[in-house]
Every structure is written in structure tokens, then in C-alpha cells.
């Protein structure tokens, strides 16, 4: 399969064309670098499926709570 990494956030989009824009961070300008990879086997399908499953289940959990707000503590010395 053909995929392209975004030159910016490095982001890997599985096209058969160059994208125009990254999907993840929208950058167009700095461009993409095309490379290939194998097709997934049964194996890593199964844990696809098995992975998108709990994501779901964690999306409905999740679902109608506040965002949680990060935050960083420095410490200068």
C-alpha cells in the first residue's frame, strides 16, 4: 500500500495520490514524503477490529463529560 508521511506532524495517510492538505494538522505547505508498506495480515486486522471495539466502548463512556483541562507545573529555580 501506498502511504504518505506529512513533512510536519508525520502523520501517515494511506493514499494512492498525495494528499493536498494533512488530515491532523492542516499544514500543506512543507509537503509530504511518499513510501510504501505492507497490507495489514489477519493478525494485525483482528487487533484493529479488537482496538476500534474498545475505543467505542470508551467514546460512550466518555460521552456528555466536561473536557479535562491540562495543565503544566514548572518549577524554576
Wanted: hydrophobic fraction near 20%; charge should be negative.
Amino acid at each position: 500500500m501506498i502511504i504518505w508521511t506529512c513533512r510536519s506532524c508525520h502523520a501517515e495517510i494511506k493514499t494512492e495520490k498525495e494528499p493536498e492538505r494533512c488530515p491532523l494538522c492542516g499544514q500543506h505547505h512543507r509537503g509530504f514524503d511518499q513510501g510504501t508498506r505492507d497490507d495489514p495480515n489477519e493478525e494485525d486486522q483482528h487487533y484493529t477490529q479488537i482496538y476500534e471495539e474498545v475505543i467505542k466502548v470508551l467514546e460512550q463512556e466518555t460521552e456528555g463529560c466536561e473536557p479535562e483541562k491540562q495543565s503544566y507545573n514548572f518549577c524554576y529555580r
